[in-house]
Nanobody, 124 residues
Framework: QVQLVESGGGLVQAGGSLRLSCAAS????????MGWFRRAPGKEREFVAGISWRGGITDYADSVQGRFTVSRDNARNTVYLQLNNLNPEDTAIYYC?????????????????WGQGTQVTVST
């Protein structure tokens, strides 16, 4: 069965950086677009970033464009999210998700499998 395991979350001061990882198993990783979503306290889950299954296309929410970078290592079955210049509004649980050969990376309905999430907390 498909498993997605996020790691790398934590507590960081505003302006700091974190690198999230999502290790995938039980799937042909290179056939899956990978996405990152987040859910902040009291808010709905929202799209953060996505990377196509061939790795050539990335997409970002406007709120993180220029600060976050998504990448993937198909040899390691892992997708990464580099978070730079964090601010308190980035505080949320971050989830990775996998979508088989999907192109609509912004839409949660595109995704077949989800991880359990990793907490990111940004203090002032």
């Amino acid at each position: 069965q498909v498993q997605l395991v996020e790691s790398g979350g934590g507590l960081v001061q505003a302006g700091g950086s974190l690198r999230l990882s999502c290790a995938a198993s039980g799937l042909a990783f290179s056939d899956y677009a990978m996405g990152w979503f987040r859910r902040a306290p009291g808010k709905e889950r929202e799209f953060v970033a996505g990377i196509s299954w061939r790795g050539g296309i990335t997409d970002y929410a406007d709120s993180v464009q220029g600060r976050f970078t998504v990448s993937r290592d198909n040899a390691r079955n892992t997708v990464y999210l580099q978070l730079n210049n964090l601010n308190p509004e980035d505080t949320a649980i971050y989830y990775c998700a996998a979508a088989f050969r999907a192109y609509g990376m912004r839409y949660s309905s595109s995704y077949d499998s989800w991880g359990q999430g990793t907490q990111v907390t940004v203090s002032t």
